[in-house]
């Protein structure tokens, strides 16, 4: 039985919107001391929203419970991080004054006689009070910040760089150093394996399968979660699902549950057709006779359907992916032949006398540590990047389509439509909304600029765009990156089947087994070729 002082986090009658849309309703969920949960749940359900509701930077209905006996580091999507020009140190010194800020702004408002009157908005402001003083940020340890940081191989000499010059993966280093070193209980992480090179992620699922702190993690890497997870809460139609178990189990329990719920679903539908039209029968015969004993029967079956309630449809909660890749109409067998290839930028040789071939239809992942030039072949292939000696042949007749992480190539001040249209001018509005409905993009959305639009969903309309073109070839930089796990599962099954050639760069694990027929290993200025599944083989990255 669960001691009740290890309770950490209450939530009951939680309910959450994001303009017209409710994102939670009445939610209810537990989290104790030493759990490893994972926050699953589609794109746009509200997980990140969730985490900044327990950080006290948003407002919801409901009761929200923070334990003071537990001190809280919390690890969000900083974007405003990513472009930072100052130094983290720097960075770190803000971060504290900003929250020591927010303290006294509060601690402000408890001198007004008013908020003692509304009890109400007096417990919200003590419980906002509370989180703020025992989230664990303004215990700063740069040394031990430098440790972790060197367990994680940044690479020391970029630590008094401005954080704007730094790539994505040393930026998250940066973050997860920072969270991880403060003196807490508990520990919530925002997509903390997005850009990490392997090596570093086998590091952080050591780290937190060999502590008893508690962890609150959203991911979409289901072979990290599969790791480090030993419970998994789902957002599924606006309420917290809780499976205790691991993500292999949690696949096969969900679809269980599922199951259970369309069949019980069906049941009761079935029931209640054939109870309105037993009702519908006999208030046709008491209208017809004048017979109120009829009437009374009716009324008794309207009450019974009545009383069966009402029970959701997962189709109605679940989206549901049917993507599909077009392949063109190239039939030569070479796709890219490299000959003598040498690649560098000012301060580092990428490649030096590489020699490989693409062929048509072979499905092959780039790996790498971080800033060894996987990004770069992508771009080299793409044409992109042509400052380079030796030979990259690339077919002239090819129809390349590339998925940039960065999205670079994107006008960020065109309309959803506007970057679709390119694909193919010649398509109906319906015929682009109907590509947008397969990857569940949010309809409502549909004429907001880029510039608007989160990380997933710039990846889903990049994907959608994809789609459109009719390619021979795809380039994937981290295709995976934002996207919940219903998509990244569909993503896998139509790139199988789709009968091009495909080049991509992954830290999905998971992803990277099920879609790599070869890997091309980059590492000491060569690459070396690998035939075979991905499981079939170890790296040391």
């Known amino acids: 039985m669960t001691n009740p002082q290890d309770l950490i986090l209450r939530v009951s009658n939680f309910e959450k919107a994001y303009g017209t849309k409710d994102l939670l309703d009445k939610a209810e969920l537990l989290i104790h001391k030493g759990d490893k949960l994972t926050l699953l749940g589609q794109n746009g359900c509200g997980k990140t929203t969730f985490i900044k509701c327990i950080a006290g930077e948003d407002d919801y209905y409901g009761e929200l419970e923070l334990n003071s006996e537990f001190k809280l580091a919390i690890m969000e999507q900083e974007k405003s991080f990513e472009h930072t020009q100052k130094t983290f140190s720097d960075y770190l010194e803000d971060k504290k004054n900003s929250l020591l800020e927010k303290q006294s702004v509060l601690e402000e408002k ?16 003590l419980a906002d009070c509370t989180k703020l003083q025992i989230r664990a940020e303004s215990n700063i340890d740069e040394i031990k910040i430098k440790q972790i940081l060197t367990e994680l191989g940044f690479e020391m000499n970029d630590y008094n760089k401005p954080v704007i010059s730094l790539s994505g993966g040393q930026k998250v280093k940066l973050r997860l150093a920072e969270i991880l070193s403060r003196d807490a209980d508990f520990f919530i992480l925002d997509e903390p394996t997005n850009h990490l090179d392997f090596k570093s992620i086998k590091w952080l699922e050591q780290k937190i399968k060999n502590t008893d702190k508690t962890f609150l993690l959203i991911s979409h890497d289901r072979h990290f979660v599969s790791v480090v997870s030993n419970r998994i809460i789902e957002i599924e139609n606006k309420k917290f699902i809780s499976y205790d178990c691991g993500f292999n189990n949690f696949l096969i329990r969900k679809k269980k549950r599922h199951e259970e719920i369309k069949n019980k679903y069906t049941s009761v539908e079935r029931e209640k057709k054939r109870l309105k039209k037993s009702e519908d029968e006999k208030r046709k015969w008491a209208h017809l006779v004048g017979s109120k004993k009829m009437k009374i029967q009716a009324d008794n079956l309207k009450r019974r359907a009545d009383n069966l309630g009402t029970i959701d449809n997962p189709d109605d909660f679940n989206d549901t992916y049917k993507l ?51 990004s770069t072949l992508l771009k080299m292939f793409y044409g992109q990047d042509q400052d380079y000696e030796g030979k990259l042949q690339i077919n002239p007749n090819l129809k390349i389509g590339y998925l940039d992480q960065e999205f670079a190539d994107m006008d960020k001040k065109q309309t959803v439509m506007q970057y679709l249209w390119e694909a193919d001018q010649s398509l109906m509005e319906h015929h682009v909304i109907s590509y947008l409905v397969q990857f569940g993009f949010d309809l409502t959305r549909i004429d907001n600029k880029i510039e608007k639009l989160s990380g997933g969903e710039k990846t889903r309309i990049s994907l959608v765009k994809l789609m459109l073109s009719r390619y021979d070839v795809l380039l994937l930089d981290e295709p995976t990156n934002n996207l919940d796990v219903e998509l990244i599962e569909s993503l896998e099954k139509s790139l199988n089947n789709y009968k091009g050639t495909i080049v991509f760069v992954s830290h999905d694990r998971r992803f990277i087994d099920r879609v790599a027929k070869k890997i091309f290993i980059i590492k000491d200025k060569k690459i070396e070729v690998v035939s075979g599944d991905y499981q079939k083989f170890s790296i040391n990255s």
């Open 110 to 125: 408890f001198t007004d006689p008013a908020i003692y009157e509304d009890t109400v908005k007096y417990e919200k402001l």
């Open 324 to 374: 599909h890749f077009y392949n063109g109409d190239f039939t030569a067998t070479q796709v890219f032949k490299a000959q003598n290839l040498h690649k560098e930028f000012p301060t580092q040789v990428i490649f030096e006398d590489v020699d490989f071939l693409i062929e048509k239809q072979e499905k092959i992942v780039l790996l790498g540590k971080n800033g060894i030039g996987k």
